[in-house]
């Protein structure tokens, strides 16, 4: 059965970084989203079977970057020049092993992570 977990997260001052990982059993199709007190999931960006990802967050563009590690079966969202809100609970999520496309829908994810919270504040 397919596990999600997140590590990574803490507590970190405004403009500093960050590395979430996602250790998945397999290689899947990878979106992460976060969310923030009182406010929907969100979908932050995916990355594909082979490396490449796509961000949909616009308040994340130039700051945030995906990668993975098909060996170790790894996904890492690579957080940098952090701002308070980008505060919330961060989650990994897999598509079904046959799916190769990205989407931002929570509801095409099969599985999910516990979550990581991150901090951002001084």
């Known amino acids: 059965q397919l596990q999600l977990v997140e590590s990574g997260g803490g507590l970190v001052q405004p403009g500093g970084s960050l590395t979430l990982s996602c250790a998945a059993s397999g290689t899947f199709v990878v979106g992460w989203f976060r969310q923030a007190p009182g406010k929907e999931r969100e979908a932050i960006a995916c990355?594909?079977?082979?490396?490449?990802?796509?961000i949909y967050a616009g308040s994340v563009k130039g700051r945030f970057t995906l990668s993975r590690d098909n060996a170790k079966n790894l996904v890492y969202l690579q957080m940098s020049s952090l701002k308070p809100e980008d505060t919330g609970v961060y989650y990994c999520a897999a598509r079904s092993g046959s799916i190769t496309v990205c989407t931002s829908s929570p509801r095409q994810y099969r599985t999910w992570g516990q979550g990581t919270q991150v901090t951002v504040s001084s």
């Open positions: 990355v594909f079977k082979e490396g490449s990802s796509t």
